[in-house]
């Protein structure tokens, strides 16, 4: 069971951009999704990274913004967030989880180790 360190949240203005940052104490061995979550909603699957960082699956709601990279050297995952609107303000959590899918990466059920989360809040 990974254990990740989450990293680069906080706030941003509108049209702004931030990058979070999910690190492991090891080389990661499996897919790696992000995950947001506001109050009063259920948590959104942003998007995920395959196991070789080879290809990624984005949301809708995020698709030409926001992108996913991962640094094997250094055991890291990367949400580089661009042109952020205030709707994407909320609580980032990235997970790990065998299955990469357009429908698996939505799911929280199919992740199994998770980060501690980070807030992002775009706000003017």
């Known amino acids: 069971q990974l254990q990740f360190v989450q990293s680069g949240g906080g706030l941003a203005q509108p049209g702004g951009s931030l990058r979070l940052s999910c690190e492991a104490s090891t080389y990661i061995p499996y897919t790696i999704a992000w995950f947001r979550q506001t109050p009063g909603k259920e948590r959104e699957g942003v998007g995920c990274?395959?196991?070789?960082?080879?290809?990624?699956i984005l949301a809708d709601s995020v698709k030409g913004r926001f992108t996913i990279s991962k640094d094997d050297a250094k055991n890291v995952v990367y949400l580089q967030m661009n042109s952020l609107k205030p709707e994407d303000t909320g609580v980032y959590s990235c997970?790990?989880?065998?299955?990469?899918?357009?429908?698996?990466?939505?799911?929280?059920?199919?992740?199994?180790?998770w980060g501690p989360g980070t807030q992002v809040t775009v706000s003017s």
């Open positions: 990274i395959n196991l070789h960082g080879t290809a990624i």
């Open positions: 997970a790990g989880g065998l299955p990469f899918s357009q429908s698996h990466c939505r799911e929280t059920k199919y992740f199994g180790d």
